[in-house]
């Protein structure tokens, strides 16, 4: 029976590779000319364990991200232990097929270790012991993926939306001065990997003016960062193509790479118009929160499609300022939206479909590079 069962999933999934014209370019050969197109996997495809999933992303992109498995909490989940065992496997799959690796992330409020924060009594450290670990953290992080992770999201979503510095206990204990450090000690731990400033909303004019304040303040104390990584969780209708193309202007002209990180666009309703990627917002699941349960209407399916296309072309008119789209997810089904921020949704917001189909999404991408 089991045996059965495999024959039949691994028929659906390969009928699902299939269904992409074979004389259609693939995304990472579609965009070479362009800029790198990146996925973030999961533990379970950095450990290959499905093998449909693991030849669709070596086949589509030219970049890898781990989603969870360098977050603080997973690689460095005491003071004094690290746990190097997954992201090792993601550099074993990534050199094997010649991927660009991006480490996410260094600093970050959230996902983080018990005690980090903390003496052994229970007391709140201070300013010098949090320099010290940070110190420790990114050294050796760093340090051991020297030359093999291409570039670092070292500081990951430390603004507000008013454009302000987030009170995290990274800013509460260490003051602002604990960005400036963070990109001191990854640039110190290995000079030639690229350095990001990574974030949500980043085409919200607050939050964009927020970003780049702590990109020039970066830049006016002679401390390396090379690009920004505006966090595309995005919808059918939000953020305007005007506004990210303003925010794509406005941070190249400040010398520095420009990334589109964890995109997928949901076509679900957004609860009281939120436009946020916090992860600690919640809302309550409805019917009316949660319209699409058994499938997407064809009717919706262009509609993500057409979105898609005018994101793309937006994208390749600014080729010249973009160096990475990468998808947050491999396939919807994987989609971290179908929980947040309503648990238990259905959502659709990524090129490929439960059983790994290229959807309309896919094929209008492509389109958009086509001639």
């Known amino acids: 029976m089991k045996k059965n069962l495999i024959l039949i999933l691994s028929a659906i999934v390969f009928a699902g590779i299939q269904s992409i014209n074979i004389e259609e370019k693939t995304l990472k050969e579609a965009f070479k000319d362009h800029y790198l197109i990146g996925v973030a996997v999961n533990r379970s495809q950095i450990l290959q364990r499905n093998e449909a999933e693991v030849k669709l992303i070596t ?144 085409t919200n004019a607050e939050k964009r003016d927020g970003a780049i304040r702590i990109v020039k303040n970066l830049q006016s104390k002679g401390i390396k960062i090379d690009g920004v990584g505006m966090q595309g969780h995005w919808g059918l209708d939000y953020p305007t193509l005007e506004e990210i193309e303003t925010a794509i202007e406005m941070y190249a002209a400040l010398g520095i790479k420009v990334m589109v990180t964890e995109l997928d666009v949901s076509v679900l309703p957004n609860p009281y118009r939120m436009r946020t990627a916090d992860v600690s917002a919640r809302f309550e699941n409805t019917p009316e929160m949660n319209p699409y349960p058994e499938g997407l209407p064809d009717s919706v399916q262009t509609q993500l499609a057409d979105r898609y296309a005018d994101i793309f072309k937006l994208f390749n008119k600014h080729a010249d300022k973009i160096s990475r789209v990468t998808f947050w997810g491999l396939h919807d089904g994987l989609s971290w939206k179908n929980n947040f921020p309503i648990r238990g949704r259905t959502d659709y917001t990524l090129l490929f479909d439960r059983n790994l189909a290229p959807k309309k999404a896919y094929h209008a991408v492509i389109e958009t590079v086509k001639d």
Not at 66 to 91: G, V
Not at 118 to 138: C, F, P, V
Not at 144 to 166: Q, S
Not at 169 to 188: D, T, V
């Open 59 to 202: 086949s589509q992109f030219n970049s890898l991200t781990a989603e969870n498995d360098m977050k603080w909490a997973n690689i460095h989940p005491k003071i004094d232990s690290f746990n190097f065992e997954y992201a090792d496997k993601l550099m074993e799959l990534a050199q094997a097929n010649d991927m660009f690796v991006v480490g996410h992330t260094l600093v970050w409020h959230s996902q983080l270790a018990r005690g980090v924060f903390t003496n052994e009594d229970g007391s709140t450290i201070d300013s010098a012991e949090l320099t010290r670990r940070m110190k420790d953290h990114i050294h050796t992080i760093v340090g051991r993926y020297k030359g093999k992770v291409k570039g670092w999201d070292v500081v990951n979503e430390a603004l507000a939306e008013d454009g302000t510095l987030r009170k995290s206990k990274f800013f509460e204990i260490g003051g602002e001065s604990y960005i400036e450090k963070a990109f001191q000690f990854a640039h110190e731990a290995d000079p030639d990997a690229e350095l990001y400033y990574n974030d949500y909303n980043m």
